[in-house]
């Protein structure tokens, strides 16, 4: 089975790799490490990492329906919301990946 891995991912199995290798005593190496990982850590993590993506993303979308009601000087709602994802969602996840690549443990 061979998929395409991020650059995040790639540092999650080194990371793995090196609690493996301790634990067993030895160099377990990178294609064991990257299997085990896949098998039995790869969807927490992905789906951990997702959440934590959706709830600044939600933040942000709340941040900017806040500043857009108070200068309309009534409630927005959801189409400032839909504002927002027209207008920024794009780069606020190019942010994203650029901002957290590589800063997960």
């Known amino acids: 089975m061979e998929c395409s891995l991020t650059k995040t991912e790639v540092q999650q ?3 793995h790799k090196y609690f ?6 030895y ?5 064991a490490a990257k299997r085990d990982w896949i098998e039995h850590h790869a969807q927490a993590w992905r789906e951990k990492r997702q959440a934590s993506m959706l709830a600044l993303q939600r ?6 329906k806040w500043l857009e009601s108070e200068k309309a000087r009534k409630d927005l709602g959801r189409e400032a919301a839909l504002e927002w994802i027209r207008k920024y969602a794009a780069s606020w996840r190019e942010w994203y990946e650029h901002e957290y690549e590589g800063s997960e443990a």
Do not use: K, T, Y
């Not at 160099?27 to 294609?31: E, I, K, L, T």
């Not at 933040?59 to 900017?64: F, L, Q, T, V």
């Open 20 to 25: 493996m290798s301790l634990e067993c005593g």
């Open 27 to 31: 160099d377990v190496g990178f294609a």
């Open 59 to 64: 933040e942000e979308i709340n941040r900017h």
């Open 13 to 15: 199995i080194d990371r």
